[in-house]
C-alpha cells in the first residue's frame, strides 16, 4: 500500500506542534480523522451491511462505517466479541467525533481551530487504533479456538 | 497598621472563593477562608454574604448558600454585578436547572447591561440551554454588541433544534458531561459549541469541553465519557445530533471571574 493509516497519522503529527499555522492544523485534524476511518476500514468491510447501506452502493461511506460499529453485528466473526458493545460504542463515539472535528476543520473557516484540539485528535486516532488491535487480537483468538474445537471434534 | 478597604478585600477574596467551587479544597482550608472573610462582615455585609454563600457552594451545602445569596440580595438589591457572579457561580457549582430559573428570574436586572448579557449567553450555552440563551441576542443586537464568541457557531441551529432536538434534551447530555468531569476533579475552564455540517445534508451540534490536564489523560478521560454515555442512551446522543469532545488546554483563569 502506498500510504497506510499509520502515515496519515504521522502526517498529522508532524503539522501539529507550536509553530504550525492555522491551515496546518486543519490539515492535521482532516488527516488525523481519515487515518482512524482506513484503519477501521478492512475490519468493518468484514460486518454484514449496515441500515445506511443503500441498494448498488459500491462503497462504504463515512455514514455506513459508524453504523457497522453501531450495530456491532460481529457474531460471525468472534462470537466473544459481541459481547463488547460498550467497546464498540466507545469506538463510534471517537469516529464520530473526530468526523466532527474534521468536518469542523474543512468546512467551518470561521470557527478557529486550536493547536490544542489537533493534539486531541491525534491521541483520538492513536486510543482507536488500540481499540482496533484489541479487536483484531479478539478474531484471531476467535478463530484459533474454533479451529482448535474443530480439531478436537 | 492600616486595613485594606473592603472593596480590595472583597476582591481579593473572591478570586479564591470562586477557584473553591471549582475545585474544593478541604475542609481546613475552607475554614481557613470563612476566616479570611469575617472581617467584611461589618463593614460590607453584601459582599461578606456573597462571598459566605460561595464557600457554601464549595462545601456542597446548596441549600445554605442559597439563603447567603439572599441575604446579599435583600441588603444590595438590583446589582446586576452580584446577579451576574451569583449565576456564575451556580454555573461553577453544576446546578444546571437552577441557572436557568435564576437567569430568567434575573432577566430584567441583566437586560439593561451588554457585558452582563454576553456573560449570561456563555453561561446558558455551557449548560446546553441553548434556546434559553437566544433570549439574550436582540437586547444585545439593540445595543449593538456582539455575542460572546465561543457559541457563534449556533446561528445554524434553529431549523434542526425545532425538527430533531429540544433544549432539554441537549442540557441533560452536556449536565451529565459535567458531572462526569467534575466526579473526576476535572471541572471544565471552558466550553464551546458549534453547528458542524455531518456531511450528509444534516446538521450537528459539537459541544466541546476544555479541560486543565496531558493529552493523554483527556483521551482516556473522553474514551470513558463515551461508554458512560452510550450506556445512559441519552435522546440527544441516540439521535446523532450531538457530538461530544474533551480537549485538554491551559486555563485563562481570570476569566473565571470577568464580571
Not at chain 2, 472563593?17 to 481557613?32: C, K, S
Not at chain 2, 462571598?51 to 435583600?74: I, N, P, Q, T, V
Not at chain 2, 457557531?153 to 432536538?165: I, R, T, W
Request: glycine share 4%.
Amino acid at each position: 500500500m502506498p500510504v497506510s493509516p499509520t502515515d496519515l497519522r504521522d502526517l498529522a503529527k508532524s503539522l501539529s506542534n507550536s509553530e504550525s499555522c492555522e491551515t496546518e492544523l486543519r490539515a492535521a485534524m482532516s488527516r488525523a480523522y481519515y487515518a482512524i476511518f482506513h484503519a477501521l476500514l478492512p475490519f468493518v468491510s468484514k460486518l454484514p451491511p449496515s441500515s445506511a447501506h443503500r441498494e448498488h452502493q459500491l462503497h462504504i461511506t463515512h455514514e455506513d462505517l459508524a453504523r457497522r460499529i453501531s450495530e456491532w453485528r460481529v457474531e460471525s466473526i468472534s462470537p466473544t466479541l459481541a459481547k463488547k458493545r460498550p467497546f464498540a460504542a466507545a469506538v463510534v463515539k471517537a469516529v464520530d467525533t473526530s468526523r466532527a472535528f474534521r468536518e469542523r476543520a474543512d468546512y467551518r473557516l470561521h470557527v478557529h481551530v486550536t493547536l490544542d484540539e489537533a493534539l486531541q485528535q491525534i491521541d483520538r486516532v492513536d486510543r482507536v487504533f488500540r481499540a482496533l488491535e484489541m479487536i483484531e487480537a479478539e478474531i484471531t483468538s476467535s478463530a484459533a479456538n474454533c479451529a482448535e474445537e474443530r480439531q478436537a471434534g | 497598621m492600616t486595613q485594606a478597604a473592603p472593596q480590595t478585600v472583597f476582591n481579593d477574596r473572591l478570586s479564591d472563593v470562586v477557584d473553591a467551587i471549582y475545585d474544593p479544597p478541604g475542609e481546613f482550608a475552607l475554614r481557613g477562608l470563612r476566616r479570611d472573610i469575617e472581617s467584611l462582615k461589618r463593614v460590607d455585609s453584601s459582599g461578606y454574604y456573597e462571598l459566605s454563600a460561595h464557600l457554601m457552594l464549595a462545601a456542597g451545602k446548596l441549600d445554605d448558600a442559597d439563603e447567603e445569596y439572599s441575604r446579599a440580595f435583600r441588603i444590595a438589591p438590583g446589582q446586576v454585578d452580584v446577579v451576574v457572579r451569583y449565576l456564575t457561580a451556580l454555573s461553577a457549582s453544576n446546578q444546571s436547572q437552577k441557572l436557568r430559573d435564576r437567569f430568567n428570574q434575573y432577566w430584567e436586572t441583566i437586560r439593561m447591561d451588554p457585558a452582563a448579557l454576553r456573560h449570561c449567553r456563555g453561561l446558558l450555552g455551557g449548560h446546553g440551554w441553548i434556546e434559553t440563551q437566544k433570549r439574550v441576542d436582540p437586547e444585545l443586537a439593540k445595543m449593538k454588541v456582539a455575542p460572546a464568541c465561543q457559541h457563534e457557531g449556533l446561528e445554524g441551529f434553529d431549523s434542526m433544534l425545532a425538527n430533531q432536538v429540544s433544549e432539554e434534551e441537549v442540557a441533560a447530555v452536556v449536565t451529565y458531561c459535567r458531572e462526569f468531569l467534575y466526579a473526576r476533579r476535572l471541572a471544565p475552564h471552558c466550553i464551546h459549541s458549534h453547528v458542524v455540517p455531518d456531511g450528509f445534508g444534516d446538521s450537528r451540534l459539537m459541544y466541546t469541553y476544555f479541560v486543565e490536564t496531558t493529552t493523554e489523560h483527556a483521551g482516556q478521560v473522553e474514551w470513558d465519557l463515551f461508554e458512560a454515555l452510550a450506556e445512559k442512551e441519552f435522546s440527544a446522543d441516540s439521535k446523532g445530533v450531538l457530538v461530544t469532545a474533551v480537549v485538554a488546554s491551559r486555563e485563562d483563569k481570570s476569566a473565571r471571574i470577568s464580571n
